[in-house]
């Protein structure tokens, strides 16, 4: 291998990784669509239906998200009613998220959606347990 062949598009890890998250996000779409919900929407709700309430930071750091991602997406959910966003009572510096009735409704819909990914990947349960594992396994070294 010469010193260029790093280069080579077929020799970098990071680009099928980019491009299998790329395209199962994309099959995410017709399922979230008739909930009303983007891929990053759906995953912050994922977070609220098991929590219910949890401070902004915390939500970001869950997501991997910074402020300037979640902000507008916790706007838009509140628009759509999904969560209320609120200072929290013992620190007013620290917002609190909280899943609404309408957002708690759409959790059943979405208990759905990940079997219906799961079928589109095509891996047996071994195989998403060992890629489940070696993604976070990349990610506790980043």
Do not use: H
Not at 40 to 63: P, R
Not at 96 to 121: F, H, N, Q, R, W
């Amino acid at each position: 291998m010469d010193n260029y062949d790093k280069l080579k598009l077929e020799n970098q890890l990071c680009f099928p990784l980019y491009v299998c998250s790329k395209e199962i996000v994309k099959k995410y779409k017709e399922y979230l669509d008739k909930i009303d919900l983007t891929y990053t929407q759906y995953i912050t709700m994922m977070v609220l239906w098991d929590k219910k309430n949890i401070n902004v930071k915390e939500l970001g750091e869950n997501l991997y998200l910074d402020s300037g991602t979640l902000t507008p997406l916790l706007k838009k959910l509140e628009t759509k009613g999904y969560i209320t966003r609120a200072r929290s009572k013992d620190d007013e510096r620290n917002l609190i998220v909280s899943i609404t009735k309408e957002g708690t409704k759409l959790k059943e819909y979405a208990s759905t959606v990940p079997e219906k990914i799961s079928d589109c990947v095509n891996l047996s349960k071994e195989e998403q347990i060992l890629l489940y594992k070696l993604l976070y396994k990349i990610l506790g070294n980043l």
